[in-house]
């Protein structure tokens, strides 16, 4: 079985949380065996109230972490 670190994550764009009402793009820029660290590309709120900006960098552990592949935002 590959690990997490095996699958080349590094610098591909993702769509964070789908169907989430605040809309969130990132970067990943680094993979642990934890999880990741992502900065934000682009957040839309839609209205609702947000708590990540774009440039903010977080940690994502593996357990919280869903989120698609898509074109660089």
Same mark, same amino acid.
């Given at each position: 079985?590959k690990?997490?670190?095996?699958l &080349?994550?590094?610098?591909r764009?993702?769509?964070?949380?789908?169907? &989430?009402? +605040?809309e969130?793009?990132?970067?990943? $820029?680094?993979?642990?065996?934890?999880?990741?660290? +992502? $900065? #934000?590309?682009? +957040?839309r709120?839609?209205?609702?109230q947000?708590?990540?900006?774009?440039g903010?960098?977080? #940690?994502?552990?593996?357990?919280?972490?869903? #989120?698609?592949f898509? $074109? $660089?935002?």
């Amino acid at each position: 079985m590959k690990s997490m670190l095996d699958l &080349n994550y590094e610098g591909r764009s993702i769509k964070l949380w789908p169907n &989430n009402t +605040v809309e969130k793009w990132a970067k990943i $820029e680094h993979v642990t065996e934890q999880g990741m660290v +992502v $900065e #934000f590309t682009e +957040v839309r709120a839609h209205g609702y109230q947000q708590h990540y900006n774009a440039g903010d960098v977080m #940690f994502l552990p593996w357990d919280e972490c869903k #989120f698609i592949f898509t $074109e $660089e935002r």
